[in-house]
């Protein structure tokens, strides 16, 4: 790397001596007529997807309140309480105790 130094110098100095190169006036409409514009057929947009999530997750609130509201009226343990009492048998079952 020590042999390159002299050499990467000289081209640093070569290019910050070098004049400006100033593009053409009409350089951003020729970039703008090579581009293709995009394709709505290509593109998943916001207004397509938006609507469909917001629906998917009004129906998963509307299930899980529905399936409260039954299971209160049922007589049955909330899902609070039913997963309590699941978490507390899960955690029975590795906290036991082994001896030798």
Do not use: C, H
């Amino acid at each position: 790397m020590k042999d390159n130094e002299p050499k990467l110098e000289k081209l640093f100095r070569t290019a910050r001596e070098a004049p400006a190169v100033a593009p053409p006036e009409n350089f951003a409409d020729q970039v703008m007529s090579l581009t293709a514009p995009a394709s709505a057929n290509n593109v998943i947009t916001i207004d397509f997807l938006l609507p469909k999530l917001a629906w998917a997750a009004t129906f998963v609130v509307a299930a899980f309140l529905s399936s409260e509201v039954i299971m209160y009226t049922s007589g049955f343990p909330s899902l609070t309480a039913g997963t309590e009492e699941l978490a507390s048998a899960w955690n029975s079952e590795f906290n036991t105790v082994i001896t030798p």
